[in-house]
Structures are given as C-alpha cells and as structure tokens.
C-alpha cells in the first residue's frame, strides 16, 4: 500500500489549507492513519491521527484549529482540514499509515508536502 500526501502551499497567517492522504487501496489497509509535520531545525511530530474505528487524536497545538476526516465513501483517503494557520505551523506534512499512531520500523510513509504560513 502507497500514500501520497498533497495539498500544501503558501497562505497567510489565518488562512485555511486542506491537505489529502490518497492511499493506493483502502484506508482500512491500516488500523491508524497519522498526520506529522517536521519543520526546520525540529524533530519530526506527531499532529493528528485517525483510528480505524473513526475516532481522531490531535496535538494540543493544533486542537480546536484542525481537523482529520476520511472519505468514507470512496475510502482511499484521509483529510486534513488546516483552519487559523499561524506561522509556527509551517513545516513538511507527511501521512503514516500503520498499526498505531507511534512511528515503528513497519510504517508506511508518504511523501511530505510543505506548508508555508507567512506572517
């Protein structure tokens, strides 16, 4: 299974982005589908996840502010919906599928795509 990750781009400070997680056959290939961003100089986070039960984990500093959801209809994707953006979100985005939201040797990883918020 593939996950390719798109969506990002440049936006001002307040702005909204939407990124897509497509997946080369079913979401429910994976028990937990994650959300990451890595931004200069940082380690790598852990932003949001989605279990296979339909329940959704957030960082508190995106609580309240993003949103992850999935195409139940088709259900080869995984959205993440970016509202009040601040500059310090700013970072590559990457998708994760696997049997848990923690990063193990046997994940699958998409490619990053970058968000700029500019101030």
């Known amino acids: 299974v593939q996950l390719q990750a798109s969506g990002g781009g440049l936006v001002q400070t307040g702005g909204s982005l939407r990124l897509s997680c497509a997946t080369s056959e079913s979401i429910f290939s994976f028990v937990a589908l994650g959300w990451y961003r890595q931004a200069p100089g940082k380690q790598r986070e852990l932003v949001g996840g989605?279990?296979?039960?339909?329940?959704?984990?957030y960082a508190d500093s995106v609580k309240g502010r993003f949103t992850i959801s999935r195409d139940n209809a088709k259900k080869n994707t995984v959205f993440l919906q970016m509202n009040s953006l601040k500059p310090e979100d700013t970072a590559v985005y990457y998708c994760?599928?696997?049997?848990?939201?923690?990063?193990?040797?046997?994940?699958?990883w998409g490619q990053g795509t970058l968000v700029t918020v500019s101030s």
């Open positions: 994760k599928g696997g049997a848990t939201l923690r990063v193990t040797p046997y994940d699958t």
């Open positions: 989605i279990i296979s039960g339909g329940s959704t984990v």
